[in-house]
Nanobody, 125 residues
Framework: QVQLVESGGGLVRPGGSLRLSCATSGFTLGHYAIGWFRQAPGKEREGVSCTSSSNGPTYYADSVKGRFTISRDNAKNMVYLQMNSLKAEDTAVYYC??????????????????WGQGTQVTVSS
């Protein structure tokens, strides 16, 4: 049974950092692209970053480029999102998603096959 479980969210001041984790199980992580998405109240889910299967390329949305870093540890079945220089507009529920055989990952929501439950990130002074 495929599972993705996010953790690491919380309340942080502007300019602060958080590291989100996505724990995966029930599948071979190296065969999947994993994406991080976020959804703020009243807005659609948007893609933030993704890491391709088989050590393929990564992608970052312009809004987070230079501030966020995605990484994966296939041996530990974990994917991480390091978020630095956080801004109020980064406030959202963050989700990780899994895409089967995502060789060149994208952050198109409909491309993803599995989702976690989300973790809240709040950036506020």
């Amino acid at each position: 049974q495929v599972q993705l479980v996010e953790s690491g969210g919380g309340l942080v001041r502007p300019g602060g950092s958080l590291r989100l984790s996505c724990a995966t199980s029930g599948f071979t992580l190296g065969h999947y692209a994993i994406g991080w998405f976020r959804q703020a109240p009243g807005k659609e889910r948007e893609g933030v970053s993704c890491t391709s299967s088989s050590n393929g390329p990564t992608y970052y949305a312009d809004s987070v480029k230079g501030r966020f870093t995605i990484s994966r540890d296939n041996a530990k079945n974990m994917v991480y999102l390091q978020m630095n220089s956080l801004k109020a507009e980064d406030t959202a529920v963050y989700y990780c998603g899994g895409e089967i055989l995502g060789i060149n990952c994208t952050v198109v929501v409909d491309s993803y096959d599995y989702w976690g439950q989300g973790t809240q990130v709040t950036v506020s002074s």
